[in-house]
């Protein structure tokens, strides 16, 4: 009873500075500690076990934290760095609004249907992101091109904004930090989890989403008294507006296949084609990554500004070690404190005593990660935090791991989009010169809906 009254304190403490802006990491590192010498002192789980300990158990604690940032910058953490960094490396020579362009042309003629051609907004939005995966970024190239076109047929400021919000919600593809993530604690290959698993429900989601959108959106326009047909050929001056900076060379046609290549070398070089080689995602962005060199080479016909600008992708990795790494770092401290304490171990048993199937406990780690993710803002934040805890919680009730994570997954995506507080909503709504409260109101139910069915989708799948 002890080791949950301390859990559930230290949780409330971590969760309350979170929201009060403290910067996640350091908060939950300094939760995990805590947790980790009151389980010493109270007797219960040491650190780290007997066999790997540095004969000191209060020197443990901070040897756990040193071998998870060892473990995580050497395996998951160069993944998503990489990733990161030939995001970066894409957007500043011109690759990735070169894909929006190519991908975005053909909506033009599907505009005499309004909010049919919104829903298709959102589904390319989200076919873009399994390239361009962040979500902040992505939303900001939208503004760009998708938005005015929007604005065009007649859609309110928030219908048009809403779509592009949540084009990074359904989570899916071996480029996302998340996915990667659970594909690692689950222990297999990122491809084989997108393929075996990840994909049926994404199909799901996304045709929930699009139809709740297409609903949604014109009811609260309606509702406004604002009628899609009585606004048609608007939005020309706010696409002026968005378009305002344009001190960036345009990158030719051909650049839109670049951002695209690392997701056909790690299909192709898989147990889906080619089962010879086998190629993972950190190598395949560095192969990607030099056949760019290559294209930017017979581009600007300069080799110094070709080797300078590879500084973009460097900057890239560094700036997402120094968010999302140590964010999975400052999660798993935590959830080693919730583990030392005993917290998992109550939960469960109380679990099993209170008649909890798998399934119920299931429907509790969504809520946790809706709740978390909503109230931080972040999607990753959330799952980063609690999905470590998974594989000891789903062995104790008998289940599988991806049972759990799967629906998880989902769920801490399409949650951020719900959260009035989350970079990509505010800086969506900032462009758009609305509310990102108001903005929340119209992503709400077609996130919940994409919530409901992710989850019921996932389990049916064991």
């Known amino acids: 009873m002890l080791s949950i009254l301390i859990a559930l304190v230290v949780t409330i403490f971590v969760a309350r500075f979170v929201l009060k802006g403290y910067k996640a990491q350091a908060v939950l590192l300094a939760g995990g500690i805590v ?66 362009k190519v991908l975005t042309r053909p909506l033009a003629r599907i505009k005499h249907m309004p909010y049919m051609f919104m829903a298709m907004c959102f589904i390319i939005g989200e076919f873009l992101s399994i390239f361009i995966t962040s979500a902040s970024g992505l939303g900001v190239l939208l503004m760009v091109t998708l938005y005015p ?143 760019t060199l290559v294209f930017e080479f017979f581009r600007r016909h300069s080799a110094m500004a070709v080797v300078d600008s590879i500084q973009h992708f460097f900057d890239g990795m560094g700036r997402q070690f120094a968010n999302v790494v140590t964010f999975i770092v400052a999660g798993q401290t935590f959830a080693q404190g919730l583990k030392a304490i005993g917290a998992i171990n109550v939960i469960v048993i109380a679990a099993e005593n209170a008649g909890f199937s798998p399934v119920l406990m299931t429907i509790v780690m969504v809520l946790i990660i809706m709740t978390s993710a909503i109230l931080m803002g972040s999607g990753n934040a959330a799952f980063f935090s609690f999905a470590n805890l998974v594989p000891d919680i789903a062995g104790k009730m008998g289940i599988a791991p991806v049972m759990m994570l799967l629906p998880m997954q989902f769920v801490a995506g399409m949650s951020r989009n719900i959260s009035p507080i989350a970079p990509n909503m505010v800086a969506i709504a900032g462009v758009a010169d609305t509310s990102p409260f108001d903005l929340a109101k119209r992503t709400a139910i077609p996130m919940l809906g994409g919530i409901v069915i992710s989850v019921i989708v996932s389990i049916m799948s064991f």
């Open 149 to 291: 076109l929007m604005r065009s047929v007649g859609l309110s400021r928030l219908s048009a904004c809403a779509p592009i919000a949540t084009a990074v919600a359904v989570e899916m593809g071996p480029g996302q930090g998340n996915v990667n993530f659970a594909a690692d604690i689950i222990g297999i290959d990122v491809v084989d989890y997108v393929v075996d698993y990840q994909i049926y429900v994404a199909l799901a989601a996304l045709a929930v989403v699009a139809i709740l959108h297409i609903i949604i959106q014109k009811h609260f326009d309606l509702k406004n008294g604002h009628i899609a047909s009585e606004h048609r050929h608007l939005g020309e001056s706010e696409e002026m507006k968005i378009n305002s900076d344009e001190t960036k060379e345009e990158a030719p046609a051909i650049y839109a296949i670049l951002p695209v290549i690392p997701l056909v070398l790690i299909f192709t070089f898989s147990k889906l084609v080619i089962t010879s080689i086998k190629m993972d995602v950190t190598t395949a962005m560095f192969v990607s990554l030099v056949i």
């Open 35 to 100: 947790l980790m010498i009151a389980a010493i002192l109270i007797g219960q789980d040491l650190p780290l076990p007997e066999a790997s300990s540095t004969g000191s158990k209060w020197l443990d604690i901070f040897q756990f934290i040193k071998n998870t940032f060892s473990s995580q910058s050497a395996g998951l953490g160069l993944k998503i760095m990489a990733i990161a960094g030939f995001a970066v490396y894409m957007h500043e020579i011109g690759a990735s609004e070169a894909l929006v």
